[in-house]
């Protein structure tokens, strides 16, 4: 069987357009937390940090830190559990920076989200995804 | 309320005024999250703690809502500023209504 150069081009931007669809409807609890959260606001991209492992071994505790400079409130969300909510850290006046480490279970590999609320009213939104060889989710 | 709970938590005993310290606390916790079985099938129930509160001399360095996906002894980092000294308040809220606290004191310099 023989494709024209045409034909495959169009095979492949189907394929492509394939792998792009199923995103946004496994992404949509997630997008409806962060549209509670930042109550229909717009959220840029970047301002927030997450560290979070690569690769974790052990879904059961997966070391991650967020912060965002100015932030008052940070909310980390794991787009592949059963619940995706994970925390949401409230600075207060004597916070010394506005940072935070924690442990977190995951149930598989998949995107960590953690989104912040910045003292001016925006919101700004950073995204990693974490290799999760065992799952943390009982099971 | 939850058996074997006992909170730990490090502060450095003196700091210069105006300082940010690091603070480290855990707590040992089941966090049994709603979503595990046991071996006759039947889920067991959610048995989380679900906020943690720390505040200096009555005023908060950070307040955290905690969802089923923390780990089992929930451990938490942060940083702290020390305007004067005083006591630092932990409480952690358990799902079954039970507080566990804890202070600790600090002398600023």
Redesign the interface.
Known sequence: MDFTRRETMAIGAAAGLAAVLPMPALASATDDLINEFTGGADVAEGGVELDAPEIAENGNTVPIEVSAEGAEAIMVLAAGNPTPPVATFKFGPLAGAHRAKTRIRLAGTQDVVAVAKMADGSFAKTSKTVKVTIGGCGG | MAKGVRPRVKVPKTADAGD???IKTLISHKME?G???DSDGNVIPRSIINNFVV??NG??????????????N????????V?ESGEFKFVWHDDDGSVYEETKKIEAA
């Open positions: 940010t310290i690091t999250s979503q595990r079985k505040t200096f005023e908060t360095v950070i307040d955290v809502v905690m969802e089923p996906a923390i780990s089992t929930p451990y938490f980092e942060f940083e702290a500023k305007p």
